[in-house]
């Protein structure tokens, strides 16, 4: 069993010195456009297994490989339909996750055991300088303790895993603030498996066959199978313009519409793209303010819209 030291961390600036810390089996912590990642050499398993200690996450939890450009691909993956070539093509580099089947270089500590893995290529431009300088793929979840709301500075990243990694790569907030769409591309025709920032509809415009994955799938992939996204306070739902019977004192309310309602912090969005951006910052302040009930306003599930009712789902009970 390896363990996780308490360890110095290091928040730099320097593309080199991160890498050159990873390439030595250390975690390092590394911006994307869509959350702050925790990473490791893809290829080494036992740095992979320190990612599940440091985060505490179940080890039946894969993890997303990250890549720099194309010709990585072959390289991790096998038997890649034309389709996914086209989804890669149109959506690489982006918040798109391609499930695919996986060569045996890849460790079965990075796919939790699956004979698949999931494959992205960030847009953040300092992502893929600090991936290809590392010159090795890199497993990385959210750099956040197992459950908790991702990070989208790395100021959240020092909340939660100081101590547990080697650095953190400094870099701006992430533009998205939602996790990386998965698409299964293991099938005849590609099925989303987790709603992000590429909409069903956008991937429908590539693959018209792509469709969503049916509510029960044996299927587990990141951010599925457990409680995820979740900040301490309780999470409640509400419909536009609904007001709770009887809201707690200490509360909090996110939306596009005013809440109906005496709330004690107020976050007002105007767009799902900044309710998406906003919406685990949100959770973070509501922490640090020791709130107790977080009421949030539903949208409807189109667009960027699913994304953002899947991550509201999941923080709420039951999630």
């Known amino acids: 069993m390896v363990t996780i030291a308490c360890v110095q961390t290091l928040v730099t600036d320097s593309i080199k010195d991160a890498a050159r810390l990873l390439r030595q089996g250390e ?3 590394f911006p994307t456009e869509t959350v702050y990642g925790l990473g ?56 798109l996750t391609l499930l695919l089947p996986k060569r045996p ?6 796919t939790a055991g699956s004979s698949k893995v999931c494959l992205r290529m960030p847009s953040s431009p300092l992502a893929c300088r600090f991936i290809k300088e590392c010159a090795v793929p890199i497993a990385a979840p959210s750099a956040n303790l197992s459950g908790r709301p991702s990070p989208t500075r790395w100021q959240d990243c020092l909340e939660d895993m100081a101590g547990r990694v080697a650095a953190i790569l400094k870099g701006p907030e992430a533009a ?17 498996m987790r709603p992000g ?3 069903l509809e956008e991937l429908t415009t590539v693959v018209p066959t792509t469709h969503l994955a049916p509510t029960q799938t044996n299927l587990v992939l990141p951010g599925m199978k457990y409680r995820h996204y979740a900040p301490q306070a309780h999470v409640h739902l509400l419909a536009p313009g609904e007001s709770p019977l009887a809201p ?9 519409t005013p ?3 005496v709330s004690g912090y107020t976050l007002l969005v105007h767009s799902p793209q900044e309710y998406a951006h906003s919406l685990f910052a949100f959770f973070r302040e509501c922490d640090r303010r020791a709130i107790r009930a977080i009421y949030a306003e539903r949208v409807s599930e189109v667009g960027m819209g699913r994304a953002i009712m899947n991550r509201l789902n999941k923080a709420a009970a039951g999630g």
């Open 40 to 95: 490791a050499n893809a290829l080494d398993a036992l740095a992979v297994v320190r990612i599940y200690q440091a985060k505490q996450r179940p080890a039946d939890n894969p993890l997303i490989v990250h890549i720099h450009c194309l010709d990585q691909v072959e390289e991790l993956v096998q038997d890649v339909p034309d389709y996914a070539w086209d989804l890669m093509h149109t959506f690489f580099p982006g918040p």
């Open 105 to 110: 270089i890849v460790p079965d500590a990075t």
């Open 259 to 261: 809440p109906a309602f």
């Open 197 to 199: 920032a590429i909409s």
């Open 176 to 192: 998205f603030g939602l996790e990386s769409t998965i698409v299964d591309c293991t099938g005849s025709t590609p099925m989303l």
């Open 248 to 256: 707690e004192q200490s509360a909090a309310y996110i939306g596009l």
């Open 27 to 29: 975690l390092v912590i």
